[in-house]
């Protein structure tokens, strides 16, 4: 039993995390403390609500990521796109990392855009839109 797994066809929303290879992938795989609120707001506020934090490594730093990512521990699910599938089928997404957060509803349709992780309203405006979701279905 994973409490931090909803099944991708029965999630009314997911939030998406994004960390492309601009940023220290690593650093943030060392640092998830903000994902673990989002990932216990996901478990015990609301009901079939999945979290993905997707990670594209740089080339020049995977070895060192991909290291860090097995040796962590295992408590919340990641996603490694090793091939930067992600942006490329997203071209229309900023390069600008304050647009890589997003909530998708059920249809995985973008309906929320910021970094929730920067500003405690942009946060309260996800768990707002996620529990407006929530009581719609």
């Not at 970094?115 to 405006?125: K, R, S």
């Amino acid at each position: 039993y994973n409490p931090y797994y909803v099944n991708v066809d029965s999630a009314k929303a997911t939030f998406l995390f994004w960390i492309d290879n601009t940023q220290c992938s690593t650093c943030h795989l060392s640092n998830l403390g903000f994902f673990n609120k989002v990932f216990d707001f996901c478990r015990d506020s609301v009901e079939n609500v999945n979290v993905m934090i997707l990670f594209t490594p740089s080339d020049d730093k995977r070895e060192d990521f991909m290291d860090v990512a097995y040796y962590r521990e295992r408590e919340m699910p990641i996603y490694i796109d090793e091939n930067d599938s992600f942006s490329k089928m997203n071209s229309f997404i900023p390069k600008d990392i304050r647009y890589h957060s997003f909530l998708l509803n059920s249809r995985n349709e973008i309906i929320l855009v910021g970094d929730p992780t920067a500003d405690i309203a942009i946060w309260d405006l996800y768990k707002k839109v996620v529990y407006s979701l929530e009581n719609d279905l």
